[in-house]
């Protein structure tokens, strides 16, 4: 039994936000984080391995310094780390990025016992659909927005947050979960784990290039890279920031509501 | 001499700027108002690998380096310099003498457990009347048939209240020195709190580092195992005296931190308290102020991290000695936190002189590294010994 973890390396929008002129994110000019819902979803399966003993593995699709990202996910308790990169795999969207990744999982291998984490979403494109397209074109069942996860033999108790409640789903696995903050709080790299973590015998770190995943049936010209990439980025651009509220504390609420609306002209 | 850090120790110092933003700085202000031990961040850092972080792993230890436990004073201390001297007398003053000098049993038996934080670590050779002059010890230890019999007081001693394992130096014999006087024969100890005959003492109510522990230690009739006897017997103040060497550059680091800590609040707030219409930082007192703190600081660094170099040439086999190298650290990273944390209490102005901002309570916590692990006087003292040799 084993676990893997898709992880992102995204840009930290806490910072600076900068964008190219063709409306892309200028991802070069910006700190980088490990994106926060992959922490969690990280946490998750260390947790699993605090539990059964398993291997955990992590996964990512980026240029070569998303090294330091996975090596930082080693220092956290991760044992093994891929990483998909490759000029052909360059300016993909989600259905081409999901793509490579499923093949990158292949070549791993799916065991029957086995679980994938994914983070609900990154915080640089927060589309949420790499998680549930692998899954997809893994054929393997999904649960997104997991919030709990208990094992029962070769079934997974998941507790599934949605808007207004929460549904306990049980599911087989091999299976993918995408998971919340919510679902727990990330360890912080350990010390002896960050002088284990370059250490390439105790934890390998497998390097998955074009030429390494291209007999993978998902991995066509035309499924993968920006050609595969069915959508464009038209524009990027910061969202102008929202006023303080005003809280209404009158005994009168809804008069004193349509009193300021009248005032400014709007009833 | 380079300073650039390897990747593991960059990686490090970040995982302790992210625990101690998260961790230990929300806790600062009311360990300090409330005198409070914080022994869940202690918990926390032992889970971490912070409590024995330059012992190789066959001891227990995390197999980091000396730099890399520096540092995590140096960030702890940031924030919190109670925080920073738990881990500098618990690691120091504790484990290494342990370390450097246990016999195999020994070693075996206490590394492992103080490396994993499950013992806590304290060192004793204050005593009333001996501070600065260690010779006046008074502690005696007699040897019987059953053990050793310790009896005499130990005060200041940091992390005693929550330690399980004490260095206690006391004194075994008379000897002749070299120069034909009579003088005590020093030997060092291991003693568990839960000797017979040992007990601690009250808190003591200080000025600042407020949540570190700080009592008196009280033997009456202790008796301890012979095995107990650290390092060899009438060699407890060379001991002692190589302890502390170690011991100052935790000291060292804890005041650096504390500096470095005073000067990004003090960056923070010259930007947005506004005076005569701008932000104070506009004005060139505030710039030159924070320009020669800046430099100051940086100055005590390099000092610090080379004392920490030179250690770890020691943990690597070198025969060298870093007693210089660490009193130079001491001394004028202490200096530089005290004169920090003043500087940057009057940039704060009224509001500084408040505990509603951390800067008073930085200067308190500064004042102490001047004074503990030998008082700057002291440091002169080895520093001018070597130089007149």
Known sequence: MKAIVCVKQVPDTSGKVAVKPDGTLDRASMATITNPDDLSALEAALRLKDATGCEVDVITMGPPPAEGMLRECIARGADKAYLISGREFGGSDTFATSQIIAAGINKIGVEPEDVIFCGRQAIDGDTAQVGPQIAEKLGLPQVSYVADIQKDGNELVVKRMLEDGFMMVKVQTPCLLTCIKELNEPRYMSVGGIFECYDNEKHPMVVLDYPALKDDPLIEVDTIGLKGSPTNVFKSFTPPQKGAGMMLTSDAPAAELADILAKKHII | ?389
């Not at chain 2, 201390?77 to 049993?105: D, M, Q, R, Y």
């Not at chain 2, 003043?342 to 509001?351: A, K, N, P, S």
């Open chain 2, 1 to 389: 001499m380079d300073f650039t850090l390897t990747r593991e120790q960059a990686l490090a110092q970040k995982m302790y700027q992210e625990f101690a933003q998260n961790e230990v700085k929300p806790l600062a202000q009311e360990v300090d108002e409330e005198e409070r031990f914080p022994e869940e961040t202690v918990k926390k850092m032992a889970k971490l690998g912070m409590m024995g972080i330059y012992f190789p792993k066959e001891v227990g230890g995390t197999g980091a380096d000396v730099l890399t436990y520096v540092m995590a004073v140096e960030e702890m201390s940031k924030v919190c310099g109670t925080t920073g001297v738990i881990i500098s007398a618990h690691t120091s003053l504790c484990a290494a003498p342990i370390f450097e000098n246990g016999t195999p049993e020994q070693k075996a038996k206490y590394l492992p457990k103080l490396c994993s934080g499950e013992w806590l670590g304290a060192f004793g050779l204050t005593e009333p009347g001996a501070g600065t002059d260690a010779q006046g010890q008074q502690t005696t230890a007699v040897e019987t048939e059953d053990g050793w019999l310790l009896n005499g007081s130990k005060i200041f001693i940091t992390n005693s209240g929550y330690a399980d394992v004490f260095i206690i130096i006391a004194i075994t014999g008379t000897v002749i020195d070299r120069r034909g006087r009579k003088a005590k024969e020093i030997s060092a100890f291991i003693v568990e709190r839960t000797d017979k005959g040992f007990s601690v003492g009250n808190h003591e109510k200080k000025m600042g580092i407020r949540g570190s522990s700080t009592c008196e230690l009280i033997m009456e009739d202790c008796l301890i195992p012979k095995d107990r006897l650290l390092g060899k017997k009438g060699r407890g103040f060379q001991l002692a005296m190589a302890t502390l060497d170690g011991g100052r550059i935790g000291i060292a680091a804890q005041a650096l931190g504390i500096a470095e800590g005073a000067l990004e609040e003090t960056v923070a707030y010259v930007k947005e308290r506004k005076q005569f219409g701008r932000p104070i930082a506009a004005f060139q007192n505030t710039q030159f102020e924070l320009a020669e703190m800046k430099a100051r600081i940086n100055a005590a660094k390099y000092l610090v991290y080379a004392a920490a170099q030179k250690k770890q040439a020691v943990m690597n086999g070198a025969k060298v000695r870093y007693s210089v190298e660490a009193a130079e650290a001491k001394l004028i990273a202490s200096r530089t936190a005290s004169d920090v944390t003043r500087r940057c209490v009057q940039l704060f102005g009224g509001y500084g002189y408040t505990r509603d901002y951390p800067i008073e309570r930085m200067m308190r916590d500064a004042k102490i590294t001047e004074i503990y692990e030998g008082t700057s006087e002291v440091q002169m003292m080895v520093i001018a010994g070597d130089l007149l040799r």
